[in-house]
């Protein structure tokens, strides 16, 4: 009978030896740590791939829809346009220079400008001065699709004319960087892109005298002169510059007159800017 005691121990030791052996090899197949596992677990992910996007279409522009710097005219005559968007404190002076010269020019503006002064707005209007259409954004994020610039043109003349009650025919994006999307965008609107021929660089210090010569060294019948009505600068060489063209013989007029009186004798056209 006490023989029987040691045989009945071992067996129960080797018994419990090999069911915690399996329950270590289980703990360590199955456990937490287990990377093979915890992968094996999860349900298989199909791999989603996203084409990418298709770039987009370059665009062709037509002759017309290039933005216009002159005229062939036979005649000493210029445009006189004035770029009118970072702020309003010199619109005064400048009108009251064109004014006592007796001179009506073209004032882009943007539909912003136009909600923020609106008495300078209406003066600029009831002056007998043109009216052309800067955009609505300064730099709009969908510039860079003809669509987006549509709305833009849009928004901006919708704008413009709530203010001024006039419809805007010219377009000169702010800054003057012409853009093909902005260029076909004019056109399908109806409008004439419209650049320069000579710029007067009235800011950024530029003195009087020196802004007047690189004007008269530059001009000749049918050209667009642009300047800025942001500077003091502009209205000091505003009030030396006109004497001196006119003393030349020519006429200064809007951009919009000369585009009407001249341009059947041919357009001279610029690129994109």
């Known amino acids: 009978m006490n023989n029987k005691y040691p045989v009945f121990l071992l067996c129960v030791l080797f018994f419990a030896t090999c069911v915690v052996g399996t329950m270590f090899w289980v703990y360590r197949q199955t456990g937490p740590g287990n990377r093979a596992a915890e992968t094996a677990a999860q349900p298989l992910k199909k791999e989603v791939t996203t084409a990418p996007e298709p770039l987009p279409a370059a665009i062709k522009l037509a002759p017309a829809a290039l933005p216009v710097t002159g005229v062939a005219a036979a005649e000493p005559a210029v445009a006189l346009t004035f770029d009118s968007n970072l702020g309003n404190s010199g619109v005064p002076l400048v009108l009251d220079l064109l004014e006592k010269h007796g001179v009506h020019a073209t004032f882009f503006i943007s539909g912003p400008w136009a909600e923020a002064y609106p008495e300078e707005t209406m003066r600029l209007v009831s002056g007998g ?112 510059l006109l004497p001196r063209i006119l003393w030349q013989g020519y006429r200064i007029m809007p951009a919009g007159e000369l585009l009407q009186r001249y341009g059947a004798q041919g357009m001279r056209y610029g690129k994109e800017m």
């Open 129 to 240: 001065h043109e009216l052309g259409n800067h955009g609505y954004a300064y730099q709009p994020e969908r510039s860079g699709t003809v669509e987006g610039m549509k709305q833009d043109l849009a928004q901006s003349a919708a704008a413009i004319q709530k203010v001024a009650g006039v419809t805007v025919r010219l377009y000169r994006p702010a800054g003057g960087q012409f853009t093909p999307a902005g260029l076909q965008a004019a056109a399908e609107l109806g409008y004439r892109s419209l650049a320069w021929e000579i710029d007067a660089i009235d800011h950024g210090g530029q003195q009087g005298e020196a802004i007047v010569g690189r004007v008269l060294q530059q001009l000749k019948p049918g050209a667009v002169i642009r300047m800025r009505v942001d500077d003091a600068q502009s209205a000091d060489a505003l009030d030396k």
